[in-house]
């Protein structure tokens, strides 16, 4: 039986997926398999990068298909009007749009021992579940479940009832609450509002405190292609360098409306001009070198944390409006800006979540 096998969805996630590779023994890397999922991110060619970076033996492409490519799927995704028809259409939407997955998943998962997956509310959990497939599950971002339990938000309303058929695989409710899941990792389960039995906490910071100068190195060489024009334009300008992380929020016009607010509000320190750089999201198709031809935009297909490791790498100020920020170690001072920002682009129901369940 092989090891291990990441299944990943966004860059973040290869990220992480690296940390707990170059935590392990020397001997024990390049074992593991890597499954990227073009379902929801451009992966460029990350695949060649980590074929070569010597942490995977194998990695592989998934086509992952949401629910909307299957017509026979979605024709259970509709409100019936009353909660026994509700769940018996989600019965058979669960089942149907797992087992809709067979013909792309690239692996034979039951030939490995340890299942990781990001963000197992897409179609992959399913599958899993349909395939009764023990996995472990991973939260899709740092301390993301903070801010949005998209488990408990996705199934307000009879929750308990929802939680008691997915533990019978009835159903599917991701992050921990389905019956194949063995274990959730999240980084701090004290910043956690509502609870989960299957939270196993697992600090990324210790991740990260053991990583050697190889470890880095081999991270920066994965995640950015051309460390030399990368490194030409964080040398550009002065000492008040500004960083500005974006996200794909709203539509387009009120996102470029989110960020020029941002650099107005806090692209200057103590009076004086700064240099503004730019750090698209990997998601974000917001055409930023149109938009801000003003400034400097950085190549947004790698994960910011990769940014630590960047030696002598130093911003006088970080703006980020829900990029958690607790991992950044290349700033002076860090804004982060949250719901109160937000509530003045859109309504607050679109972004307190949790507030809502």
Same mark, same amino acid.
């Given at each position: 039986?092989?090891?291990?096998?990441?299944?990943?969805?966004?860059?973040?996630?290869?990220?992480?997926?690296?940390?707990?590779?170059?935590?392990?023994?020397?001997?024990?890397?390049?074992?593991?398999?890597?499954?990227?999922?073009?379902?929801?991110?451009?992966?460029?060619?990350?695949?060649?990068?980590?074929?070569?970076?010597?942490?995977?033996?194998?990695?592989?492409?998934?086509?992952?298909?949401?629910?909307?490519?299957?017509?026979?799927?979605?024709?259970?995704?509709?409100?019936?009007?009353?909660?026994?028809?509700?769940?018996?259409?989600?019965?058979?939407?669960?089942?149907?749009?797992?087992?809709?997955?067979?013909?792309?998943?690239?692996?034979?998962?039951?030939?490995?021992?340890?299942?990781?997956?990001?963000?197992?509310?897409?179609?992959?959990?399913?599958?899993?579940?349909?395939?009764?497939?023990?996995?472990?599950?991973?939260?899709?971002?740092?301390?993301?479940?903070?801010?949005?339990?998209?488990?408990?938000?996705?199934?307000?309303?009879?929750f308990k009832l929802k939680a008691f058929l997915a533990s019978l695989n009835l159903i599917f409710i991701?992050?921990?609450?389905?019956?194949?899941?063995?274990?959730?990792?999240?980084?701090?389960?004290? =910043? +956690?509002?509502? *609870?989960? &039995?299957?939270? $196993?906490?697992?600090? !990324?910071?210790?991740?990260? #405190?053991?990583?050697?100068? /190889?470890?880095k190195d081999i991270l920066v060489r994965l995640f950015i292609a051309d460390m030399d024009e990368i490194r030409k334009k964080l040398d550009e300008g002065g000492p008040n360098?500004?960083?500005?992380?974006?996200?794909?929020?709203?539509?387009?016009?009120?996102?470029?409306?989110?960020?020029?607010?941002?650099?107005?509000?806090?692209?200057?320190?103590?009076?004086?001009?700064?240099? =503004? +750089?730019?750090? *698209?999201? &990997?998601?974000? $198709?917001?055409?930023? !070198?149109?938009?801000?031809? #003003?400034?400097?935009?950085? /190549?947004?297909?790698?994960?910011?944390?990769?940014?630590?490791?960047?030696?002598?790498?130093?911003?006088?100020?970080?703006?980020?409006?829900?990029?958690?920020?607790?991992?950044?170690?290349?700033?002076?001072?860090?804004?982060?800006?949250?719901?109160?920002?937000?509530?003045?682009?859109?309504?607050?129901?679109?972004?307190?979540?949790?507030?809502?369940?």
């Amino acid at each position: 039986m092989k090891d291990r096998i990441y299944v990943c969805h966004t860059y973040y996630h290869v990220y992480v997926a690296c940390l707990k590779e170059l935590n392990l023994p020397v001997k024990d890397r390049g074992q593991a398999s890597l499954v990227l999922s073009t379902m929801s991110n451009d992966f460029g060619d990350l695949k060649s990068r980590a074929q070569e970076c010597g942490l995977f033996g194998a990695v592989y492409m998934f086509e992952e298909k949401e629910d909307v490519n299957f017509p026979e799927v979605m024709k259970y995704h509709t409100d019936r009007g009353s909660l026994l028809l509700n769940m018996l259409a989600r019965i058979k939407y669960t089942k149907l749009l797992g087992k809709m997955q067979q013909d792309y998943v690239p692996v034979d998962f039951k030939e490995y021992k340890d299942i990781y997956v990001f963000c197992d509310s897409d179609p992959i959990g399913y599958y899993l579940s349909y395939k009764k497939i023990p996995y472990h599950a991973l939260e899709d971002g740092l301390d993301c479940i903070s801010t949005y339990d998209t488990a408990r938000y996705d199934n307000r309303g009879h929750f308990k009832l929802k939680a008691f058929l997915a533990s019978l695989n009835l159903i599917f409710i991701q992050n921990g609450w389905a019956k194949y899941c063995l274990d959730m990792e999240v980084n701090d389960i004290s =910043v +956690l509002p509502y *609870p989960c &039995p299957k939270y $196993v906490e697992k600090p !990324r910071r210790e991740l990260t #405190e053991g990583l050697d100068a /190889d470890g880095k190195d081999i991270l920066v060489r994965l995640f950015i292609a051309d460390m030399d024009e990368i490194r030409k334009k964080l040398d550009e300008g002065g000492p008040n360098k500004i960083l500005l992380l974006t996200e794909p929020l709203c539509g387009l016009d009120v996102r470029e409306r989110i960020f020029r607010d941002c650099i107005e509000q806090y692209g200057e320190i103590d009076g004086e001009e700064s240099v =503004v +750089l730019i750090k *698209p999201h &990997p998601r974000d $198709v917001l055409d930023y !070198r149109q938009v801000f031809p #003003e400034y400097i935009v950085l /190549d947004g297909k790698f994960p910011m944390e990769v940014l630590n490791y960047i030696p002598n790498l130093r911003f006088r100020r970080v703006i980020s409006v829900f990029t958690v920020v607790q991992a950044i170690r290349f700033a002076e001072e860090i804004v982060y800006l949250g719901e109160d920002f937000m509530d003045h682009y859109e309504p607050p129901e679109m972004h307190r979540q949790n507030e809502m369940i």
